[in-house]
């Protein structure tokens, strides 16, 4: 392997993250304005869809057989249909805070999926690098609660962003080895096809029920955001990362999305660093330092050839 490679897989996957934390705010602020979640859903599907299928015309193209194509339907469900909607119409109920901390569930699913499914260890190194990356990023919005939307979250909001979670940690431990048998655009018009065919005949009324001339440019702006930000260079950058890293430790990038809120804060002059917040950010990266280092069972098996 490439000695590069692991340090862009794990650019990529802090930059998808960066990216999906400003999608929580945005998103959000769209959803206040106009656009209900799984409308929202449906420009991101539809949208990601397009814009990779587009990009597909500029690369080689690779052949794909029927049993793959339909594979790639069942991949859809998990790692957009579920995610997507569990997570978009969660944020459109709940507030961005409630949100962002359910999202530090994901790498505790990962984990547990792992070792159910792949076999991974969970050595303490893991558990240890999960722990400390979730005291950080729950650390980070209680010291930032004062900063941020004060009003209080709805609890089907919070379940369907767990949820989301949990069906993206499935889909990481399900589908981890098949991705890789195809480049990142490959992977992402196929899937995002296929939830746009699941999704749209449920969302077409929604969408067609928009008052389209009510919504305003910064509404607009925002969802556009969403749509090419958060869904087709986000995608990109996280399929790139998961060619190389393991599900665990793309899960607990996680923990950087709530990170970057503060940091708009401050860049913004609406927020201050405070000591809890400079701690929040070391707990997050020795928790993602952790688990990166923590052993996975291929690692384990050699050890034990070696020694033996």
Not at 25 to 41: N, Q, T
Not at 78 to 100: K, R, W
Not at 160 to 185: D, E
Request: net charge positive.
């Amino acid at each position: 392997m490439d000695k590069h490679k692991p340090l862009f897989a794990h650019l990529c996957m802090f930059s998808a993250c960066a990216i999906w934390g400003l999608m929580s705010p945005v998103g959000k602020d769209a959803m206040l304005h106009g656009i209900d979640g799984l409308s929202m859903v449906s420009f991101r599907v539809a949208g990601g869809a397009l814009l990779f299928w587009l990009a597909s015309l500029f690369v080689k193209t690779e052949p794909v057989p029927l049993r793959d194509r339909l594979k790639f339907a069942a991949a859809a469900v998990f790692g957009l249909v579920c995610n997507q909607c569990c997570f978009t119409i969660g944020l459109s109920l709940t507030s961005p805070g409630n949100a962002s901390i359910c999202t530090t569930a994901m790498p505790i699913f990962a984990m547990l999926l792992s070792f159910v499914i792949l076999r991974e260890p969970i050595t303490w190194m893991k558990a240890g690098g999960v722990l400390l990356g979730c005291c950080g990023a729950l650390l980070l919005i209680l010291t930032s609660v004062v900063h941020a939307d004060a009003r209080v979250g709805n609890i089907r909001g919070d379940v369907m962003v767990l949820g989301a979670q949990f069906s993206y940690a499935l889909f990481l431990s399900l589908f981890n080895k098949f991705i890789k048998k195809y480049s990142v655009v490959t992977v992402n018009k196929w899937m995002f096809l296929w939830a746009t065919l699941i999704v749209w005949p449920f969302s077409f009324a929604h969408v067609a029920g928009i008052e389209w001339a009510s919504i305003s440019l910064v509404t607009w702006s925002e969802t556009a955001y969403v749509v090419f930000f958060g869904t087709f260079v986000g995608y990109i950058l996280i399929v790139n990362a998961q060619q190389v890293l393991r599900p665990t430790v793309i899960a607990t990038y996680n923990y950087v999305q709530p990170l970057v809120a503060v940091s708009v804060a401050l860049l913004m002059g609406i927020g201050v660093l405070k000591w809890e917040q400079a701690l929040s950010v070391l707990l997050v990266f020795s928790g993602v330092w952790l688990v990166t280092k923590s052993k996975s069972r291929r690692d384990l098996e050699q050890t034990a050839k070696l020694s033996a």
